[in-house]
């Protein structure tokens, strides 16, 4: 999915959907060097899904009697 | 000979003055140049002429003729700050039977903002300023363009990325429109009764979207508004570098109330008698701020809020401003 930022209103940046839709979003969760304008792609990382999955697991499996 | 002569010129003023008094009763007659002066004044020699042929018999002398004018003359100047929510909408209905319209609200307004001014009478928009391309000021414009039959439309010269813009954009080229640059020193010319003028912005570059922002001022006789879009105090410096008279009776509030807006020196220059800030009820920008609301509360205006009033609407006659608050009974 992508978004594009239509302006900034203080603490959050106000974002465009695909279907026009606007939502806000908090400016820490914008990438660096992001603009009003700027086109942010919002995807799934599988990699690090399945990497955080393992790790947890891993601890549940210690810990877990 | 000379008998036949005098009877000729005799039929021809009569049908001339038939032809006249029709034109001058039926107020549609497209060359007004100077038959509607003289028709008009009750002192005018061919009057008989016009009581025999179209005036009812015990009507007094001034009431056809002088209908018209009168009836312009008592249709006041209207201004329509539309409650869309943390956006912005101002509808302008002009003694001259004009409309203008200033930002259209958010996507999600369309059909509000569509209906609202089918209910006002409005087929036609004169001239429509999309101040600046956040969403939420035009957001609606699309369907605006769509749905009436549009006069000029002013936006600044700056791009934006948003298919929001884009359809904006799409929407004029569809309808074979073009785009006047909104650019301090453009006048908006709609109805001779008024005065509408661009006082920003006044540079070709900015960092923020929002200091580009068409700021109107609007004056009818001896009120003034004041429309500020999002300009932010970057504008307002400008504004008051170059001198101009930002001085008006009623302000709308810049950027729904934040705090990047309406600093105290803009403020004092303005010297508005009334404000109105439209803005959402709870919204999370925490606007209107209350640094702003302070300062109005110093300079001893009254406020007027959309989120609190709905839609909210200031008359003018050219002398007085009335509000009222009840608008949004009609929304």
């Known amino acids: ?65 | 000979m000379k008998r036949l002569w005098i009877v000729l010129l005799t039929f021809v003023l009569l049908v001339g003055f038939i032809g006249c008094s029709s034109g001058g009763t039926s107020n549609i007659a497209p060359d007004d140049s100077d038959g509607n002066v003289d028709l008009s004044s009750p002192m005018n020699p061919t009057m008989p002429e016009d009581k025999s042929s179209g005036i009812p018999e015990g009507s007094s002398d001034e009431m056809p003729a002088a209908m018209p004018e009168n009836e312009k003359n008592l249709m006041p100047l209207e201004v329509h700050f539309l409650d869309v929510e943390q956006a912005d909408c101002i509808l302008i209905k002009t003694p001259g039977q004009k409309a203008v319209l200033i930002d259209s609200g958010k996507n999600t307004h369309e059909d509000t903002v569509v209906s609202y001014i089918k209910s006002q009478g409005i087929d036609t928009i004169d001239a429509v300023v999309g101040t600046h391309p956040h969403e939420d000021h035009i957001g609606g414009l699309d369907a605006v363009i769509n749905s009436f039959n549009i006069g000029k439309i002013y936006m600044p010269k700056v791009s934006h990325t948003t298919k929001t813009f884009e359809d904006v954009l799409n929407a004029i080229d569809n309808k074979g429109l073009k785009v006047t640059t909104a650019f301090a020193g453009t006048n908006i010319e709609v109805d001779p009764d008024l005065k509408i003028e661009i006082l920003a912005p006044n540079s070709h570059t900015y960092d923020e979207i929002n200091n580009y922002s068409a700021v109107v001022k609007l004056t009818y006789k001896n009120t003034s508004f004041l429309f500020t879009g999002d300009a932010e105090s970057v504008s307002e410096q400008e504004m008051i570098s170059k001198g101009y008279d930002l001085k008006a009776d009623v302000l709308k509030v810049g950027h729904h109330g934040s705090a990047t807006s309406t600093t105290a020196q803009f403020l004092k220059k303005v010297s508005p008698d009334y404000v109105v800030i439209s803005v959402g009820k709870d919204n999370r920008y925490g606007h209107p701020d209350n640094l702003v609301l302070n300062r109005l509360k110093t300079f001893g205006v009254e406020i007027f809020r959309t989120d609190e009033y709905g839609t909210v609407i200031a008359t003018s006659d050219g002398e007085t401003i009335k509000f009222d608050k009840k608008g949004d009974e009609n929304i």
């Open chain 1, 1 to 65: 999915m992508k978004v594009v930022i239509d302006r900034f209103e203080g603490n959050y940046a106000v974002v465009e959907l695909e279907d026009k839709r606007v939502c806000s979003m908090p400016v820490e969760l914008l990438p660096k060097g992001a603009k009003e304008g700027s086109v942010i792609r919002i995807e799934l990382d599988t990699e690090e899904t399945d990497k955080r999955k393992e790790r947890i697991q891993k601890l549940m499996d210690k810990l877990w009697e």
